[in-house]
């Protein structure tokens, strides 16, 4: 049966919309977007006004994000440069001599039209290890947790779910929740040391996941493992 053009296209809009709608990482990378472009143009001006940035890191949330760049000026004085972002964005140095200069940098590293960002282009070619965590964190309760994104200067990308509901309640020591899961991707993540309960998808995944909550709420840790292992399986198949 053929389809017309129009048909087609709506198709593949409802196939989209119902695919974002599922996504647990996509909406807090794309809620992030300007703030990631505005790190990396910091980036780029720092190195234009000589400084080195060695390293830098962006810990993305639904609601703000948290970035710090490890910098090493031509002097040899080297210092961090962090931004973080709860209700507004606050810009600081570890040198106090260094915050009106960083401040100014962050001033000026405001996105511009067309600009593109190297790590967002990263992120797109990891479609595929992405919907294999959606996959895996859709078979838990929401509600009580929290996912981060972690970005790497390195084309790396670290994704963590955590929920640790009632873990510290004393009224609750039979009834709490104490669950870890992270999901590592880079080029050469399989040759990252191998832990208990983790599984190195292709080159470029691995996943850990760790449930030591009460006897009761362990339900979701093992989800998780199964989802994994029947994603695992299904690699190895193809």
């Not at 009106?100 to 990891?126: C, H, I, P, Y």
């Amino acid at each position: 049966m053929k389809y017309s053009p129009y048909l087609t296209f709506i198709l593949l809009c409802c196939l989209y919309m119902h695919s974002s709608a599922q996504s647990i990482v996509h909406p807090i990378v794309n809620a992030q977007k300007n703030k990631i472009l505005r790190i990396e143009a910091l980036v780029q001006l720092l190195v234009q006004q000589g400084v080195t940035v060695t390293d830098w890191t962006i810990e993305l949330w639904k609601t703000g994000y948290e970035a710090t760049l490890k910098v090493k000026e031509k002097t040899g004085v080297m210092y961090t440069v962090g931004v973080q972002c709860y209700t507004k964005d606050e810009v600081y140095a570890s040198l106090q001599s260094k915050e009106a200069f960083v401040e100014k940098m962050f001033d000026q590293a405001n996105q511009t039209s067309g600009q593109r960002s190297n790590w967002l282009r990263f992120f797109e070619t990891q479609a595929s290890q992405v919907d294999a965590v959606d996959a895996v964190l859709a078979v838990c309760d929401q509600s009580r947790h929290q996912t981060t994104v972690t970005i790497h200067s390195d084309n790396r990308i670290k994704i963590k779910y955590t929920n640790h509901w009632n873990a510290k309640s004393l009224k609750h020591k039979t009834n709490y929740y104490m669950i870890d899961a992270h999901f590592d991707i880079a080029e050469g993540a399989h040759n990252l040391r191998k832990m208990s309960n983790e599984f190195v998808f292709g080159k470029t995944m691995k996943v850990g996941v760790s449930d030591n909550s009460s006897k009761q709420n362990q339900g979701c840790g093992n989800r998780m493992l199964a989802k994994l292992k029947a994603l695992h399986q299904q690699q190895n198949k193809d």
